[in-house]
């Protein structure tokens, strides 16, 4: 199934990458216990998406001067969101939606109320988005399975494959589309 009209550009976005998107574009990304955050202003018809690997920066300046900014949920956030400044969006203008965050590497020997990498992720996006007063709008996470994510910014639009064990090999299940709420 091809869910992407050929005429749009295509990026893929690496872990500890954002982009931003003035113009119709699609980006995709793949996901384990990394999280992905989309943010879209309607209005103006731009977006932005990270590939976040770490909840946050151990940089005691918090973000300020982070040489790895993208990295983290919380620096990926405050990034976006002054791109999202700079073009006239007010935290109130911006749809955010979230993925990922999977238990991909949960062992057995995990004590009681040791959270995985990927809950952390959660976690840390989820707090982060609130304290912006940034609107969640729609959150495909946890779980033992990856994702890929197609996005295309200039709509909000996301697609999502979950990715089996049979998936990692080369194969993968059947695309659902997000379209604010998603179970």
Do not use: W
């Amino acid at each position: 199934m091809n869910i992407q009209p050929a005429s749009l550009p295509h990026f893929f976005l690496k872990p500890g990458d954002m982009a931003f998107a003035e113009q119709s574009c699609v980006i995709s990304t793949l996901l384990g216990s990394c999280v992905a955050i989309t943010m879209t202003s309607r209005r103006l018809g731009i977006g932005a998406i990270c590939h976040a690997l770490l909840p946050a920066c151990q940089d005691r300046n918090r973000c300020n001067g982070c040489t790895e900014l993208f990295r983290h949920v919380e620096c990926s956030v405050q990034g976006m969101i002054e791109a999202f400044l700079v073009r006239g969006v007010p935290c109130s203008g911006i749809e955010a939606k979230l993925f990922g965050g999977a238990d991909m590497f949960r062992t057995d020997t995990a004590r009681d109320g040791e959270y995985s990498v990927g809950r952390q992720n959660i976690d840390k996006a989820r707090n982060t988005l609130a304290a912006e007063g940034i609107r969640l709008v729609a959150t495909d996470v946890g779980g033992t399975q990856g994702r890929k994510i197609i996005f295309y910014p200039h709509t909000g639009e996301v697609f999502l494959r979950r990715l089996t064990s049979m998936a990692l090999a080369g194969g993968m299940s059947a695309a659902r589309r997000t379209r604010g709420q998603v179970s």
